[in-house]
């Protein structure tokens, strides 16, 4: 079954630390590029960050660059956002997504609810 299954998220207050997890499994996890994205109640879904797998390259949304951080272990077929010094305003689900182009079908996962306190 092609999967993408994330992980890590819970409450934290400002300042504090997360790291999430997104585990994929039934597909060829090398040739996708890994996004993550997140959605907080009535906005619309964002890109935060990704990393392609192909050479390690990485993107940042502005709004987390410097304080987030993407990675990636091909061996555990598994990408990684460290999410430092949070701040209320990144509260929201956090979904992570394989593309691989226009040619084929995009996979997301279920999402993670990150909630930051004041």
């Known amino acids: 079954e092609v999967q993408l299954v994330e992980s890590g998220g819970g409450l934290v207050q400002a300042g504090g630390s997360l790291r999430l997890s997104c585990a994929a499994s039934?597909?060829?996890?090398?040739?996708?590029?890994i996004g993550w994205f997140r959605q907080a109640p009535g906005q619309e879904r964002e890109g935060v960050a990704s990393i392609t797998n192909s050479d390690g390259s990485t993107y940042y949304a502005d709004s987390v660059k410097g304080r987030f951080t993407v990675s990636s272990d091909n061996a555990k077929n598994t990408v990684y956002l460290q999410m430092n010094s949070l701040k209320p305003e990144d509260t929201a689900v956090y979904y992570c997504?394989?593309?691989?182009?226009?040619?084929?079908?995009?996979?997301w996962g279920q999402g993670t609810l990150v909630t930051v306190s004041s």
């Open positions: 997504n394989a593309d691989r182009g226009p040619a084929y079908v995009e996979i």
């Open positions: 039934g597909f060829t996890f090398d040739d996708y590029d």
